[in-house]
């Protein structure tokens, strides 16, 4: 049992690249989370998603898209990178229907630095 | 939005020591999680705790929800506690969604 899987584990981009980062669950929740995490500032929600073919908008979801076309994968894009999106980060998912309720699981986290 | 303020920002502490770190919230909430991310960067989750006490081995969690606030007791620390300790909730009108605090950064020294 994977869990939930993210790939690229790193990745170096130069200002003005797209990239798609893929997150991948074999849990069968229902949400999926993308959250960045940058020093000193804990984790910040980007986007979620409470169920395949849904998205919506977090805390700080400028610069960002996001698909959900199947209840598996939540993919997070950038459409061209800034310095500012540097930063490592983390998809998560959870159900209702677990013990507990709405249990975080996290990925391993995506290292992405952007010059 | 809900604020989370965690307490103390850094903690340093030999093997064999306790400790407490606390999460105040500004808001009510019916979901509120502890996590660790070890040194590596994996955040595991240690407690759903929306009210009431929890134990698991050396680690517990207190939350008091009518005051807004969180305590997790660390006993008899290990090197291996080290890293960082988030607490996160969800108020109740934001359903699964989690709100982070900065979290407390957990050294301990052989």
């Known amino acids: 049992n994977a869990g939930v899987t993210q790939t690229p584990k790193f990745r170096v981009l130069k200002t003005g690249q797209s990239m798609t980062l893929l997150c991948a669950q074999d849990m069968n929740h229902e949400y999926m989370y993308w959250y960045r995490q940058d020093p000193g500032m804990g984790l910040r929600l980007i986007h979620y998603?409470?169920?395949?073919?849904?998205?919506a908008k977090g805390e700080v979801p400028d610069g960002y898209n996001v698909s959900r076309l199947k209840k598996q994968n939540f993919l997070l894009g950038l459409e061209s990178a800034a310095p500012s999106q540097t930063s490592v980060y983390f998809c998560a998912s959870s159900s209702f229907f677990d013990y507990p309720p709405y249990g975080y699981t996290f990925g391993s986290g995506t290292r992405l630095t952007v010059v | 939005g809900i604020q989370v303020e965690q307490s103390p920002p850094d903690l340093i502490l030999q093997e064999g020591a306790n400790s407490t770190l606390r999460c105040n919230f500004s808001?009510?909430?019916?979901?509120l999680q502890w996590f660790h991310q070890n040194p590596w960067g994996q955040l595991i989750n240690l407690f759903y705790?929306?009210?009431g006490t929890k134990q698991n081995g050396r680690l517990s969690a207190t939350t008091v929800a009518t005051e807004r606030y969180s305590l997790l007791y660390i006993s008899s620390s290990q090197t291996t506690d080290s890293g960082v300790y988030f607490c996160?909730?969800?108020?109740?009108?934001?359903?699964?969604?989690?709100?982070f605090g900065e979290g407390t950064q957990l050294t301990v020294n052989p």
């Open positions: 996160a909730v969800g108020p109740e009108t934001s359903g699964s969604r989690l709100t």
């Open positions: 705790i929306p009210s």
């Open positions: 808001d009510s909430v019916n979901n």
């Open positions: 998603s409470v169920g395949e073919g849904t998205t």
